[in-house]
Protein backbone atom coordinates (compact mmCIF):
# COMPACT_ATOMS: atom_id res chain seq x y z
CA UNK A 1 0.00 0.00 0.00
CA UNK A 2 1.28 3.25 -0.91
CA UNK A 3 1.59 6.16 1.66
CA UNK A 4 1.36 9.45 0.34
CA UNK A 5 3.47 11.95 2.89
CA UNK A 6 0.99 14.39 5.33
CA UNK A 7 0.80 17.38 3.81
CA UNK A 8 3.73 19.85 5.28
CA UNK A 9 1.91 23.09 6.77
CA UNK A 10 4.91 25.30 8.09
CA UNK A 11 4.15 25.94 11.88
CA UNK A 12 5.07 28.19 14.20
CA UNK A 13 7.85 27.53 16.76
CA UNK A 14 6.69 28.51 20.26
CA UNK A 15 10.93 29.14 21.46
CA UNK A 16 10.62 31.89 19.14
CA UNK A 17 8.12 33.96 20.94
CA UNK A 18 9.70 36.07 24.22
CA UNK A 19 8.32 34.18 27.67
CA UNK A 20 6.45 35.83 30.32
CA UNK A 21 5.51 39.04 28.70
CA UNK A 22 1.34 38.70 28.79
CA UNK A 23 -0.74 38.75 32.26
CA UNK A 24 -2.83 35.47 32.65
CA UNK A 25 -5.99 36.16 31.04
CA UNK A 26 -9.21 35.51 33.24
CA UNK A 27 -12.25 34.64 31.78
CA UNK A 28 -15.09 36.91 32.79
CA UNK A 29 -18.09 35.82 34.46
CA UNK A 30 -21.30 36.22 33.07
CA UNK A 31 -24.21 38.04 34.33
CA UNK A 32 -27.58 36.58 34.12
CA UNK A 33 -30.33 38.66 31.92
CA UNK A 34 -32.91 38.21 34.41
CA UNK A 35 -34.85 35.81 35.90
CA UNK A 36 -37.09 33.46 33.56
CA UNK A 37 -39.56 30.09 34.40
CA UNK A 38 -38.46 26.61 33.93
CA UNK A 39 -40.69 24.74 31.02
CA UNK A 40 -42.43 22.12 32.47
CA UNK A 41 -41.82 23.44 35.82
CA UNK A 42 -44.61 25.98 36.43
CA UNK A 43 -43.38 28.65 39.89
CA UNK A 44 -39.63 27.94 39.46
CA UNK A 45 -37.99 30.63 38.15
CA UNK A 46 -34.35 30.43 37.72
CA UNK A 47 -31.86 32.72 36.51
CA UNK A 48 -31.37 33.24 32.67
CA UNK A 49 -28.51 33.71 30.69
CA UNK A 50 -27.93 33.78 26.90
CA UNK A 51 -24.06 32.94 25.40
CA UNK A 52 -23.74 33.05 22.22
CA UNK A 53 -20.85 31.19 19.93
CA UNK A 54 -19.34 33.28 17.87
CA UNK A 55 -16.26 34.00 15.37
CA UNK A 56 -13.75 36.35 17.35
CA UNK A 57 -10.23 37.47 17.11
CA UNK A 58 -8.11 37.42 19.90
CA UNK A 59 -4.17 37.59 20.81
CA UNK A 60 -2.49 34.89 21.86
CA UNK A 61 0.65 36.36 22.39
CA UNK A 62 2.25 40.11 22.27
CA UNK A 63 4.30 39.48 19.30
CA UNK A 64 1.37 37.63 17.17
CA UNK A 65 -1.40 39.38 15.15
CA UNK A 66 -4.65 38.25 16.43
CA UNK A 67 -5.73 34.78 16.39
CA UNK A 68 -9.08 33.95 14.20
CA UNK A 69 -11.07 31.58 16.88
CA UNK A 70 -14.59 30.62 17.77
CA UNK A 71 -15.75 31.50 21.48
CA UNK A 72 -18.73 31.25 23.69
CA UNK A 73 -19.30 34.83 24.70
CA UNK A 74 -16.78 36.53 23.75
CA UNK A 75 -13.14 35.19 24.60
CA UNK A 76 -11.45 31.48 24.91
CA UNK A 77 -11.87 30.05 27.34
CA UNK A 78 -15.87 31.64 26.76
CA UNK A 79 -17.76 33.09 30.06
CA UNK A 80 -17.26 31.44 33.41
CA UNK A 81 -20.37 30.33 35.14
CA UNK A 82 -20.74 31.31 38.61
CA UNK A 83 -23.63 29.10 40.16
CA UNK A 84 -24.63 27.51 43.73
CA UNK A 85 -25.18 24.15 44.44
CA UNK A 86 -28.98 23.33 44.08
CA UNK A 87 -30.20 26.80 42.36
CA UNK A 88 -30.87 26.03 38.94
CA UNK A 89 -29.96 27.94 36.11
CA UNK A 90 -31.62 28.06 32.19
CA UNK A 91 -28.87 28.86 29.86
CA UNK A 92 -30.38 30.03 26.14
CA UNK A 93 -26.99 28.94 23.67
CA UNK A 94 -26.88 30.76 20.54
CA UNK A 95 -25.34 29.24 17.35
CA UNK A 96 -23.76 32.66 15.59
CA UNK A 97 -21.08 31.04 14.05
CA UNK A 98 -20.16 32.20 10.22
CA UNK A 99 -21.47 29.27 7.63
CA UNK A 100 -18.17 28.41 7.21
CA UNK A 101 -15.71 25.89 9.04
CA UNK A 102 -12.08 27.20 8.84
CA UNK A 103 -10.86 23.92 10.33
CA UNK A 104 -10.53 20.58 7.70
CA UNK A 105 -13.68 18.07 8.15
CA UNK A 106 -13.60 15.15 7.65
CA UNK A 107 -16.39 14.37 5.66
CA UNK A 108 -15.90 10.04 5.79
CA UNK A 109 -16.46 10.32 9.77
CA UNK A 110 -19.96 9.07 11.25
CA UNK A 111 -22.06 12.33 11.30
CA UNK A 112 -20.10 14.33 9.09
CA UNK A 113 -20.95 13.25 6.07
CA UNK A 114 -21.20 15.48 2.87
CA UNK A 115 -24.42 17.15 2.84
CA UNK A 116 -24.48 17.83 6.59
CA UNK A 117 -24.15 21.29 7.56
CA UNK A 118 -20.12 22.27 7.91
CA UNK A 119 -20.87 24.47 11.08
CA UNK A 120 -22.96 22.86 13.51
CA UNK A 121 -22.54 23.28 17.26
CA UNK A 122 -24.48 21.90 20.52
CA UNK A 123 -23.43 22.57 23.69
CA UNK A 124 -22.76 19.99 26.59
CA UNK A 125 -22.12 20.48 30.24
CA UNK A 126 -19.50 18.08 31.45
CA UNK A 127 -20.42 16.95 34.68
CA UNK A 128 -23.18 18.27 34.93
CA UNK A 129 -26.50 16.05 36.34
CA UNK A 130 -28.43 17.05 33.85
CA UNK A 131 -31.95 15.48 32.25
CA UNK A 132 -31.41 14.42 29.10
CA UNK A 133 -33.20 17.28 27.10
CA UNK A 134 -30.43 19.76 28.45
CA UNK A 135 -27.21 17.41 27.96
CA UNK A 136 -26.21 18.26 24.63
CA UNK A 137 -26.73 15.10 22.38
CA UNK A 138 -24.36 14.90 19.63
CA UNK A 139 -26.93 14.49 16.65
CA UNK A 140 -28.90 17.24 18.08
CA UNK A 141 -26.82 19.78 17.16
CA UNK A 142 -28.33 23.19 15.47
CA UNK A 143 -27.05 25.93 12.67
CA UNK A 144 -26.11 29.55 12.73
CA UNK A 145 -28.99 31.39 13.09
CA UNK A 146 -30.70 29.21 15.55
CA UNK A 147 -30.56 28.44 19.48
CA UNK A 148 -31.74 26.35 22.15
CA UNK A 149 -32.36 26.54 26.03
CA UNK A 150 -31.11 24.27 28.41
CA UNK A 151 -32.16 23.98 32.25
CA UNK A 152 -29.03 22.98 34.48
CA UNK A 153 -30.54 21.98 37.94
CA UNK A 154 -26.90 21.79 39.74
CA UNK A 155 -28.70 19.49 41.97
CA UNK A 156 -24.94 18.32 42.94
CA UNK A 157 -22.04 19.02 44.98
CA UNK A 158 -19.65 21.92 44.01
CA UNK A 159 -16.92 21.31 42.15
CA UNK A 160 -15.14 22.58 38.83
CA UNK A 161 -17.38 21.83 35.61
CA UNK A 162 -16.63 22.86 31.87
CA UNK A 163 -18.83 23.00 28.99
CA UNK A 164 -18.15 22.24 25.26
CA UNK A 165 -18.73 21.75 21.97
CA UNK A 166 -20.08 18.35 21.16
CA UNK A 167 -21.42 18.08 17.43
CA UNK A 168 -21.40 14.61 16.06
CA UNK A 169 -18.22 13.80 13.70
CA UNK A 170 -16.95 17.83 14.15
CA UNK A 171 -16.21 17.36 18.04
CA UNK A 172 -12.54 17.88 17.93
CA UNK A 173 -12.58 20.69 15.31
CA UNK A 174 -15.26 22.78 17.35
CA UNK A 175 -13.82 22.77 20.67
CA UNK A 176 -9.82 23.04 18.95
CA UNK A 177 -11.56 26.40 17.67
CA UNK A 178 -12.17 27.49 20.91
CA UNK A 179 -15.55 26.06 22.16
CA UNK A 180 -15.02 25.40 25.68
CA UNK A 181 -15.72 27.23 29.35
CA UNK A 182 -15.88 27.00 32.51
CA UNK A 183 -18.80 26.27 34.93
CA UNK A 184 -17.79 26.37 38.72
CA UNK A 185 -20.72 25.20 41.03
CA UNK A 186 -19.86 26.64 45.25
CA UNK A 187 -21.79 25.90 48.34
CA UNK A 188 -21.83 27.07 51.97
CA UNK A 189 -20.06 24.19 53.04
CA UNK A 190 -17.14 24.46 50.80
CA UNK A 191 -17.32 28.25 51.77
CA UNK A 192 -17.11 27.32 55.25
CA UNK A 193 -13.68 25.94 54.65
CA UNK A 194 -11.99 29.01 54.46
CA UNK A 195 -9.78 27.86 50.99
CA UNK A 196 -8.45 31.00 48.93
CA UNK A 197 -11.12 32.68 47.73
CA UNK A 198 -11.90 35.47 45.40
CA UNK A 199 -9.17 37.43 43.44
CA UNK A 200 -6.68 34.17 45.44
CA UNK A 201 -8.52 31.58 43.12
CA UNK A 202 -7.37 30.83 39.37
CA UNK A 203 -8.63 29.05 37.17
CA UNK A 204 -5.66 27.82 34.75
CA UNK A 205 -7.66 26.57 31.67
CA UNK A 206 -4.37 24.14 30.08
CA UNK A 207 -4.67 23.53 25.81
CA UNK A 208 -2.45 23.04 23.12
CA UNK A 209 -2.47 24.08 19.37
CA UNK A 210 -0.57 24.44 15.91
CA UNK A 211 -0.21 27.61 14.79
CA UNK A 212 0.91 29.42 11.71
CA UNK A 213 3.79 31.40 11.44
CA UNK A 214 1.20 34.39 10.77
CA UNK A 215 -0.66 33.08 13.91
CA UNK A 216 -3.38 31.41 12.86
CA UNK A 217 -5.13 28.09 14.00
CA UNK A 218 -3.89 24.95 12.38
CA UNK A 219 -5.58 21.80 12.75
CA UNK A 220 -2.94 18.88 10.91
CA UNK A 221 -4.31 16.96 8.56
CA UNK A 222 -3.60 12.84 7.18
CA UNK A 223 -1.98 11.93 4.62
CA UNK A 224 -4.94 10.89 2.75
CA UNK A 225 -7.37 13.75 1.34
CA UNK A 226 -10.26 11.76 1.17
CA UNK A 227 -10.04 11.17 5.35
CA UNK A 228 -8.08 13.84 7.11
CA UNK A 229 -9.06 12.84 10.20
CA UNK A 230 -5.47 12.29 12.56
CA UNK A 231 -5.38 10.02 16.04
CA UNK A 232 -4.15 12.12 18.06
CA UNK A 233 -3.45 16.29 18.11
CA UNK A 234 -0.21 17.36 20.31
CA UNK A 235 0.25 20.93 19.26
CA UNK A 236 3.68 22.47 19.62
CA UNK A 237 2.12 25.92 21.50
CA UNK A 238 0.92 25.53 25.26
CA UNK A 239 -1.64 28.21 25.84
CA UNK A 240 -3.11 28.77 29.52
CA UNK A 241 -6.36 30.72 29.69
CA UNK A 242 -5.88 31.09 26.14
CA UNK A 243 -2.40 33.07 26.35
CA UNK A 244 0.96 31.42 25.26
CA UNK A 245 3.28 31.76 28.23
CA UNK A 246 1.23 34.39 30.50
CA UNK A 247 2.53 35.55 33.82
CA UNK A 248 1.00 36.37 36.91
CA UNK A 249 1.95 38.03 39.65
CA UNK A 250 1.02 36.42 43.15
CA UNK A 251 1.48 37.85 46.81
CA UNK A 252 3.19 35.26 49.30
CA UNK A 253 0.27 33.62 50.25
CA UNK A 254 -2.13 30.90 49.76
CA UNK A 255 -4.17 30.48 46.65
CA UNK A 256 -6.58 27.68 44.81
CA UNK A 257 -6.15 27.24 41.40
CA UNK A 258 -8.71 25.49 39.57
CA UNK A 259 -6.77 23.65 36.70
CA UNK A 260 -8.68 21.95 33.77
CA UNK A 261 -7.27 19.92 31.04
CA UNK A 262 -9.12 21.30 28.09
CA UNK A 263 -6.69 20.02 25.56
CA UNK A 264 -8.14 17.46 22.51
CA UNK A 265 -5.65 15.28 22.68
CA UNK A 266 -2.62 15.52 25.07
CA UNK A 267 -2.03 14.70 28.80
CA UNK A 268 -0.46 16.88 31.41
CA UNK A 269 2.23 16.28 33.36
CA UNK A 270 2.25 19.42 36.13
CA UNK A 271 5.47 20.29 37.98
CA UNK A 272 6.50 23.42 39.90
CA UNK A 273 10.35 23.24 40.97
CA UNK A 274 11.50 21.60 44.13
CA UNK A 275 10.43 22.88 47.28
CA UNK A 276 7.21 24.64 45.70
CA UNK A 277 4.86 22.55 47.61
CA UNK A 278 1.74 21.83 46.22
CA UNK A 279 -1.60 20.27 47.48
CA UNK A 280 -4.46 18.71 45.31
CA UNK A 281 -7.70 18.89 47.31
CA UNK A 282 -10.57 18.05 44.38
CA UNK A 283 -10.61 16.52 41.52
CA UNK A 284 -13.52 16.52 38.45
CA UNK A 285 -16.43 16.05 40.62
CA UNK A 286 -15.29 18.21 43.75
CA UNK A 287 -13.11 18.13 47.16
CA UNK A 288 -11.24 15.24 47.65
CA UNK A 289 -11.44 13.99 51.34
CA UNK A 290 -8.45 15.53 52.49
CA UNK A 291 -5.35 17.24 50.78
CA UNK A 292 -2.97 15.19 48.82
CA UNK A 293 0.54 16.63 48.55
CA UNK A 294 1.64 16.13 44.85
CA UNK A 295 4.67 16.89 43.11
CA UNK A 296 3.36 15.76 39.58
CA UNK A 297 0.02 16.15 38.65
CA UNK A 298 -1.16 13.63 35.71
CA UNK A 299 -4.27 15.66 33.87
CA UNK A 300 -5.99 13.23 30.64
CA UNK A 301 -8.07 15.57 28.78
CA UNK A 302 -11.47 16.88 30.48
CA UNK A 303 -9.95 15.91 33.74
CA UNK A 304 -9.74 18.48 36.81
CA UNK A 305 -7.38 19.40 39.35
CA UNK A 306 -8.49 21.67 42.36
CA UNK A 307 -4.75 23.13 43.70
CA UNK A 308 -3.27 25.08 46.46
CA UNK A 309 -0.17 26.77 46.38
CA UNK A 310 1.16 28.51 49.48
CA UNK A 311 3.76 30.87 48.19
CA UNK A 312 4.54 32.63 51.49
CA UNK A 313 8.00 30.89 51.88
CA UNK A 314 8.80 32.10 47.92
CA UNK A 315 8.39 35.90 48.37
CA UNK A 316 10.19 37.99 45.59
CA UNK A 317 10.44 34.88 43.55
CA UNK A 318 9.68 33.95 40.23
CA UNK A 319 8.19 30.36 40.04
CA UNK A 320 7.84 28.65 36.55
CA UNK A 321 4.96 25.67 36.27
CA UNK A 322 6.14 23.57 33.77
CA UNK A 323 5.17 20.29 32.32
CA UNK A 324 6.99 17.56 30.76
CA UNK A 325 6.88 18.77 27.18
CA UNK A 326 6.46 22.57 27.43
CA UNK A 327 6.97 25.88 29.66
CA UNK A 328 3.45 26.85 30.98
CA UNK A 329 3.54 30.33 32.62
CA UNK A 330 5.40 31.95 35.21
CA UNK A 331 4.32 32.85 38.96
CA UNK A 332 5.76 36.53 40.20
CA UNK A 333 5.91 36.15 43.88
CA UNK A 334 5.72 39.99 44.91
CA UNK A 335 8.18 40.46 48.39
CA UNK A 336 6.39 42.44 51.06
CA UNK A 337 4.68 39.76 53.59
CA UNK A 338 1.29 39.96 53.75
CA UNK A 339 -0.97 38.66 56.11
CA UNK A 340 -3.08 34.99 54.97
CA UNK A 341 -6.47 34.37 56.57
CA UNK A 342 -7.38 31.69 54.41
CA UNK A 343 -6.86 27.45 55.73
CA UNK A 344 -5.90 24.47 54.04
CA UNK A 345 -8.41 22.09 56.31
CA UNK A 346 -6.81 18.72 56.94
CA UNK A 347 -9.83 17.22 56.35
CA UNK A 348 -12.08 18.45 53.56
CA UNK A 349 -15.47 16.75 53.15
CA UNK A 350 -16.42 12.90 53.54
CA UNK A 351 -16.24 10.46 50.28
CA UNK A 352 -17.14 7.31 51.30
CA UNK A 353 -16.16 4.58 48.98
CA UNK A 354 -18.93 2.54 47.46
CA UNK A 355 -18.94 -1.25 48.61
CA UNK A 356 -18.75 -3.17 45.60
CA UNK A 357 -21.29 -5.66 46.66
CA UNK A 358 -23.76 -2.63 46.33
CA UNK A 359 -23.24 -2.64 42.42
CA UNK A 360 -26.24 -4.87 40.89
CA UNK A 361 -24.40 -5.40 37.47
CA UNK A 362 -20.94 -5.32 35.93
CA UNK A 363 -20.53 -4.95 32.33
CA UNK A 364 -17.23 -5.65 30.77
CA UNK A 365 -16.12 -3.32 27.99
CA UNK A 366 -13.43 -3.01 25.68
CA UNK A 367 -11.43 -0.27 24.16
CA UNK A 368 -10.50 -1.14 20.18
CA UNK A 369 -8.29 0.30 18.00
CA UNK A 370 -8.69 -0.77 14.52
CA UNK A 371 -5.50 -0.40 12.07
CA UNK A 372 -5.24 0.17 8.23
CA UNK A 373 -2.09 -1.82 7.36
CA UNK A 374 0.84 -1.70 10.36
CA UNK A 375 0.41 1.28 12.24
CA UNK A 376 -2.26 3.66 10.67
CA UNK A 377 -4.81 4.20 13.01
CA UNK A 378 -8.29 4.15 11.17
CA UNK A 379 -10.99 4.40 13.91
CA UNK A 380 -11.35 3.97 17.74
CA UNK A 381 -14.60 1.38 19.29
CA UNK A 382 -16.22 1.11 22.43
CA UNK A 383 -16.80 -2.68 22.77
CA UNK A 384 -16.34 -3.00 18.96
CA UNK A 385 -19.39 -1.26 18.48
CA UNK A 386 -19.78 1.76 16.16
CA UNK A 387 -22.21 4.01 17.35
CA UNK A 388 -24.97 3.51 15.11
CA UNK A 389 -25.46 0.92 16.18
CA UNK A 390 -28.43 -0.57 19.01
CA UNK A 391 -28.09 1.01 22.71
CA UNK A 392 -26.27 -2.09 24.60
CA UNK A 393 -25.80 -0.38 28.05
CA UNK A 394 -29.05 0.00 30.06
CA UNK A 395 -28.53 0.64 33.81
CA UNK A 396 -31.39 1.30 36.10
CA UNK A 397 -32.00 4.79 37.50
CA UNK A 398 -30.61 4.71 41.03
CA UNK A 399 -29.04 1.45 41.50
CA UNK A 400 -25.22 0.78 41.26
CA UNK A 401 -23.33 -0.84 38.60
CA UNK A 402 -19.60 -2.01 37.88
CA UNK A 403 -17.95 -1.02 34.74
CA UNK A 404 -14.78 -2.63 33.45
CA UNK A 405 -13.03 -0.85 31.40
CA UNK A 406 -10.60 -3.27 29.31
CA UNK A 407 -8.31 -1.50 27.08
CA UNK A 408 -6.98 -3.60 24.49
CA UNK A 409 -4.83 -1.05 22.86
CA UNK A 410 -1.31 0.55 24.46
CA UNK A 411 -2.60 3.85 24.84
CA UNK A 412 -4.29 5.75 27.46
CA UNK A 413 -8.20 6.26 27.08
CA UNK A 414 -10.05 8.89 29.06
CA UNK A 415 -13.39 7.71 29.50
CA UNK A 416 -15.85 9.80 30.65
CA UNK A 417 -19.92 9.04 30.91
CA UNK A 418 -22.30 11.89 30.95
CA UNK A 419 -24.92 12.47 33.94
CA UNK A 420 -22.73 10.54 36.50
CA UNK A 421 -20.17 10.68 38.62
CA UNK A 422 -18.36 7.64 39.89
CA UNK A 423 -15.26 5.95 41.76
CA UNK A 424 -12.14 4.27 40.58
CA UNK A 425 -12.24 0.70 41.96
CA UNK A 426 -8.90 -0.45 41.06
CA UNK A 427 -6.74 -1.01 37.32
CA UNK A 428 -4.61 -4.46 36.76
CA UNK A 429 -2.59 -4.85 33.75
CA UNK A 430 -3.11 -8.45 31.51
CA UNK A 431 -2.13 -9.77 28.57
CA UNK A 432 -4.10 -8.13 26.04
CA UNK A 433 -2.25 -10.31 22.71
CA UNK A 434 -3.27 -13.41 24.56
CA UNK A 435 -6.60 -11.61 25.12
CA UNK A 436 -7.18 -11.22 21.22
CA UNK A 437 -5.79 -14.80 20.13
CA UNK A 438 -7.19 -17.12 21.98
CA UNK A 439 -9.79 -15.27 24.23
CA UNK A 440 -8.30 -15.86 27.73
CA UNK A 441 -8.18 -13.10 29.99
CA UNK A 442 -4.58 -13.34 32.12
CA UNK A 443 -3.70 -10.54 34.75
CA UNK A 444 0.14 -10.25 34.61
CA UNK A 445 -0.09 -7.77 38.13
CA UNK A 446 -2.16 -7.95 41.07
CA UNK A 447 -4.97 -5.08 40.71
CA UNK A 448 -3.50 -1.43 41.84
CA UNK A 449 -5.64 1.68 44.02
CA UNK A 450 -6.42 4.37 42.22
CA UNK A 451 -3.77 7.35 42.92
CA UNK A 452 -4.39 8.95 46.21
CA UNK A 453 -5.77 12.10 44.36
CA UNK A 454 -8.02 10.50 42.30
CA UNK A 455 -9.68 8.71 45.64
CA UNK A 456 -13.11 11.31 45.18
CA UNK A 457 -15.70 11.67 42.80
CA UNK A 458 -14.80 11.64 39.44
CA UNK A 459 -16.11 11.89 36.22
CA UNK A 460 -12.95 11.00 33.75
CA UNK A 461 -11.37 8.02 34.52
CA UNK A 462 -7.47 7.30 32.93
CA UNK A 463 -7.98 3.60 31.40
CA UNK A 464 -4.27 2.72 30.80
CA UNK A 465 -2.89 0.41 27.39
CA UNK A 466 -3.25 -2.94 28.12
CA UNK A 467 -4.99 -2.51 31.82
CA UNK A 468 -8.37 -3.19 32.96
CA UNK A 469 -9.87 -0.42 35.04
CA UNK A 470 -12.69 -1.24 37.29
CA UNK A 471 -14.97 2.05 38.12
CA UNK A 472 -18.43 1.77 40.25
CA UNK A 473 -21.02 4.42 39.16
CA UNK A 474 -24.15 4.73 40.82
CA UNK A 475 -26.99 5.98 38.08
CA UNK A 476 -28.45 8.98 39.81
CA UNK A 477 -30.33 12.18 38.67
CA UNK A 478 -32.35 11.12 35.71
CA UNK A 479 -33.49 8.58 33.04
CA UNK A 480 -32.90 8.90 29.51
CA UNK A 481 -30.82 8.64 26.71
CA UNK A 482 -26.82 9.99 27.41
CA UNK A 483 -23.38 8.95 26.27
CA UNK A 484 -19.96 7.82 27.42
CA UNK A 485 -16.87 8.47 25.38
CA UNK A 486 -13.08 8.57 25.26
CA UNK A 487 -12.48 12.33 25.32
CA UNK A 488 -9.77 12.46 23.66
CA UNK A 489 -11.94 14.61 21.03
CA UNK A 490 -9.85 12.80 17.77
CA UNK A 491 -11.01 9.61 19.20
CA UNK A 492 -14.74 10.52 19.74
CA UNK A 493 -15.26 11.73 16.96
CA UNK A 494 -14.55 8.19 15.18
CA UNK A 495 -16.67 6.13 16.88
CA UNK A 496 -15.20 5.82 20.30
CA UNK A 497 -18.41 7.26 21.51
CA UNK A 498 -21.61 5.14 22.62
CA UNK A 499 -25.46 6.55 23.72
CA UNK A 500 -26.25 4.87 26.77
CA UNK A 501 -29.76 4.87 28.22
CA UNK A 502 -30.86 4.95 31.77
CA UNK A 503 -33.79 3.16 32.43
CA UNK A 504 -36.65 4.00 35.57
CA UNK A 505 -36.84 0.19 37.27
CA UNK A 506 -39.79 -1.87 36.09
CA UNK A 507 -40.38 0.62 32.96
CA UNK A 508 -39.10 2.16 29.76
CA UNK A 509 -37.02 5.43 29.50
CA UNK A 510 -38.67 8.64 29.68
CA UNK A 511 -37.52 11.89 31.04
CA UNK A 512 -37.37 12.08 34.32
CA UNK A 513 -36.67 15.86 34.91
CU1 LIG B 1 -16.47 16.60 28.09
CU2 LIG B 1 -19.07 14.11 26.35
O1 LIG B 1 -17.81 15.36 27.26
CU1 LIG C 1 -9.24 7.25 23.22
Request: proline share 9%.
Amino acid sequence: MRREAAPVIPTLDPNSLARFVDPLPLPVVVRPQGERAVPGKSGERVPFYRVSMRAIASKLHRDLPPTKLWSYGGSVPGVTFETQSGKGLLVEWVNELPTEHFLPIDHSLHGAERGTPDVRGIVHLHGGKTPPDSDGYPEDWYVPGQSRTYYYPNQQDPALLWYHDHAMGINRLNVYAGLLGLHVIRDQAEQQLQLPGGKYEVPLVLFDRHLRPDGQLSYPVSADSDHPWISEMLGEVPLVNGKIFPYLEVEPRKYRFRVLNGANGRFYRLSLPQGVEVHQIGTDQGLLPAPVAVTHLQLAPAERADLVIDFAPHRGTRIVLSDDAFTLMEFRVSAAPVSDPSALPATLRSVPRIAESTAVQTRWLTLDEQLKGVAQSMRMLLNKTPWHMPITEKPVLNTTEIWELVNLTDDVHPIHLHLVRFQILDRRRFDAFQYMSTGTLRYTEPARLPDPNEMGWKDTARVNGQTVTRIIVPFEGYAGRYVWHCHNLEHEDNEMMRPYEVLVAGGTARNGA
